[in-house]
C-alpha cells in the first residue's frame, strides 16, 4: 500500500510549509530498459510487464485477484505518471487472468480462444486456482467481476505514443493460443528488445505442460519467438529471472528430449 507523509502545518509562522507526499511501490519492479519493466508477484512467482510510450501505458498480464492487479495497476500509475490504458492476456491460466477487471478503461487485448474461456471456463479457472492455494472469497471476486476482452486477436501493433508493441502469436505450445508481446529497442539508447513471453517461456522451473499444452508444436513456436525478438533481446519468462537467447534454446532442447520421452515435468 502506498504511503503518505505529511509535513506538519505550524501556526503562526507563515507562510505555511508545502504539504509533501512520499509513494512507495507495492511490488519490487525490474528494469529493463528507460520505459519497460517487470514485477515478479509473490503468489507464483508470476511476471507482469510494464511498457509506456508518449501516451499509452501497456500491462502485460493482471495477476490472480482484483487485489494483486490494484497493487499493479497503483504501481504502475507511480512509475509512468499515467492511467493504465491497454492490457495483454498471454493465455489463459487463472494467474495471469484474473486480476483484468481491475483496470478499469484499459483496453484488453488476448487470443479470441482466451475470450472464450473467461467467458464459459470460469469453473475451471476457478478449481485450477483454489487447487494452486489461492483464497476462494479472492477468486470469487475475481470472476465475478470478470468481463471480455475488447480485442480478440492474434496479432495487433499497439500504439502507445511514439512507441509501437507488437503482439503476436508465434504457435501452440503452452496452450493452444499463447500470445507473446515484443517491444522494440530505442534506436540511439544501446537499449536491446524486450520479448514478454507468458508461460511459453519458463526460468524458475520446467516447462508446465497440462492437457492443453501441444508439446509437440511447442520447439517450432520458440523458434518463431527467437526470430521475432532477435539474438540480443532480452526474454521474459511467464515465471522466473529474465533470461537470453541461449536459454530459450535449451528449453527447445529439453522439449525435444520431452517429446521424445526423455523429458519430465515437474510443474503444472
Known amino acids: 500500500m502506498s504511503t503518505l507523509r505529511f509535513s506538519?502545518?505550524?501556526?503562526?509562522?507563515?507562510?505555511?510549509?508545502?504539504?509533501?507526499?512520499?509513494?512507495?511501490?507495492n511490488y519490487a519492479w525490474e528494469r529493463l530498459t528507460s520505459t519497460v519493466h517487470r514485477c515478479r508477484l509473490?503468489?507464483?512467482?508470476?511476471?507482469?510487464?510494464?511498457?509506456?510510450?508518449?501516451?499509452?501505458?501497456?500491462?502485460?498480464?493482471?495477476g490472480t485477484t482484483l487485489a494483486e492487479a490494484?497493487?499493479?495497476?497503483?504501481?504502475?500509475?507511480?512509475?509512468?505518471?499515467?492511467?493504465?490504458?491497454?492490457?495483454?492476456?498471454?493465455?489463459?491460466?487463472?494467474?495471469?487472468?484474473?486480476?483484468?477487471s481491475a483496470f478499469s478503461g484499459a483496453v484488453?487485448?488476448?487470443?479470441?480462444?482466451?475470450?472464450?474461456?473467461?467467458?464459459?471456463?470460469?469453473?475451471?479457472?476457478?478449481?485450477?486456482?483454489?487447487?494452486?492455494?489461492?483464497?476462494?472469497d479472492e477468486i470469487d471476486r475475481a470472476i465475478a467481476a470478470l468481463r471480455p476482452p475488447d480485442q480478440r486477436v492474434y496479432?495487433?501493433?499497439?500504439?502507445?505514443?511514439?512507441?509501437g508493441v507488437s503482439v503476436s502469436h508465434p504457435g501452440r505450445g503452452h496452450t493452444s493460443a499463447d500470445l507473446i508481446v515484443s517491444v522494440p529497442g530505442v534506436d540511439?539508447?544501446?537499449?536491446?528488445?524486450?520479448?514478454?513471453?507468458?508461460?511459453?517461456?519458463?526460468?524458475?522451473?520446467?516447462?508446465?505442460?497440462?492437457a492443453d499444452s501441444d508439446v509437440g508444436a511447442w520447439p517450432d513456436t520458440l523458434d518463431n519467438v527467437l526470430r521475432i525478438g532477435g539474438p540480443d533481446a532480452r526474454y521474459v519468462p511467464g515465471h522466473g529471472a529474465v533470461v537470453d537467447a541461449r536459454f530459450?534454446?535449451?528449453?527447445?532442447s529439453w522439449?525435444?528430449?520431452?517429446r521424445h520421452g526423455d523429458g519430465r515435468v515437474e510443474r503444472v
Open 8 to 25: 506538519q502545518r505550524l501556526l503562526g509562522r507563515p507562510p505555511p510549509p508545502r504539504r509533501r507526499e512520499f509513494h512507495t511501490v
Open 42 to 62: 509473490p503468489f507464483l512467482d508470476v511476471t507482469v510487464g510494464l511498457v509506456w510510450g508518449g501516451d499509452g501505458v501497456l500491462v502485460i498480464d493482471t
Open 70 to 100: 490494484a497493487a499493479v495497476d497503483a504501481d504502475a500509475q507511480l512509475l509512468t505518471g499515467r492511467r493504465v490504458t491497454h492490457v495483454v492476456l498471454t493465455h489463459k491460466h487463472f494467474d495471469h487472468v484474473l486480476g483484468s
Open 108 to 136: 484488453i487485448y488476448s487470443a479470441p480462444e482466451v475470450a472464450d474461456y473467461l467467458c464459459a471456463g470460469v469453473d475451471e479457472l476457478r478449481a485450477d486456482a483454489l487447487r494452486h492455494g489461492a483464497a476462494a
Open 155 to 163: 496479432d495487433a501493433v499497439i500504439d502507445l505514443g511514439g512507441r
Open 188 to 210: 540511439g539508447a544501446a537499449e536491446h528488445a524486450v520479448v514478454f513471453c507468458g508461460d511459453l517461456v519458463e526460468e524458475s522451473a520446467d516447462p508446465a505442460i497440462d
Open 248 to 252: 530459450i534454446e535449451n528449453q527447445r
Open 255 to 258: 522439449l525435444l528430449g520431452y
